[in-house]
Every structure is written in structure tokens, then in C-alpha cells.
């Protein structure tokens, strides 16, 4: 008894794209069509498309691949699809969140250079001048 059907399913278990294109390869060479198919059904994440292609192009299973072609093609081509849709809705958000930002007003209404100085509350003048600048207020009660 040769078990390849605890084969197919073990490859497919081990989640290990290497050991499934191994097995595929052993199933091809020792001719063993019905395994082949098994192993594209079974494995069909596993497998990389363009391993698939060339094993089918080098010993003539085209007709055994072909649904797994199929498949593959029209699973891609739905996610291209999704992907293209989700582009296109981003796009849209992202077009309508810039003319939001556009017409939203500065906070304070005015800029700061405009503003003039802020009067926070009274400044602390050691010598009895500030030169011109009044100094920040840093949250201690003290500046020194």
C-alpha cells in the first residue's frame, strides 16, 4: 500500500510550500496522474502558479491542470477587482477629507504673526526691564 492519499494530505497539513512542490514533482515523475490532480486540489494555497505551469508544459498535463488554472485565474481576477474597488473608494475619501481640510478655518481665526504678543499674565521683570521680550511661562512658580 502506498498511502499517498495520507501523502497529499500530510503536505497539505505541514502548511510548507517546499514539501508540497516536492511531492507534486515525485507524483509527476513517477507518472502518476490522479496524485498530480489530488495534489493541486488538496494544496491549491501552497503551490505557486508558476510551478504548475511549467510541470504541465514539461510533461504534457495541460489537460490535467487546466481546472486548477481556471481557478487560479478567476480567483485572481476577483481580487484584482476588490483591490481596484478599494483603490477607487480611497481615492474618493481621501479626495473629499482634502476639500473638508481646504475649507476648514485656522483655529484662532488669525495667524500668529498677526496676533501680536500674547499677554499671559504678568511678567516677572527681575531688573525692572525685559528688553522687549517677555518671557514664556514654563508652569514653575518660580523662573530662577
Known amino acids: 500500500d502506498k498511502l499517498f492519499k495520507d501523502a497529499i494530505e500530510t503536505s497539505a497539513i505541514s502548511s510548507k510550500p517546499e514539501v508540497v512542490e516536492e511531492l507534486l514533482r515525485y507524483f509527476v515523475d513517477i507518472g502518476s496522474r490522479e496524485c498530480y490532480v489530488g495534489m493541486l486540489y488538496a494544496c491549491y494555497d501552497l503551490i505557486p502558479m508558476h510551478v504548475v505551469m511549467e510541470i504541465s508544459w514539461r510533461h504534457g498535463l495541460n489537460d490535467f491542470t487546466m481546472p486548477f488554472v481556471i481557478s487560479y485565474m478567476s480567483q485572481q481576477s476577483a481580487t484584482i477587482e476588490q483591490l481596484r474597488k478599494d483603490n477607487e473608494e480611497r481615492k474618493a475619501r481621501d479626495a473629499s477629507m482634502k476639500k473638508d481640510d481646504d475649507n476648514t478655518p485656522i483655529i484662532g ?33 518660580r523662573a530662577f
Not at 119 to 127: D, E, I, L, V
Open 109 to 141: 481665526g488669525r495667524l500668529m504673526l498677526t496676533q501680536g504678543p500674547a499677554n499671559t499674565g504678568p511678567t516677572p521683570a527681575p531688573y525692572g526691564q525685559t528688553n522687549g521680550i517677555n518671557p514664556q511661562p514654563t508652569g514653575f512658580p
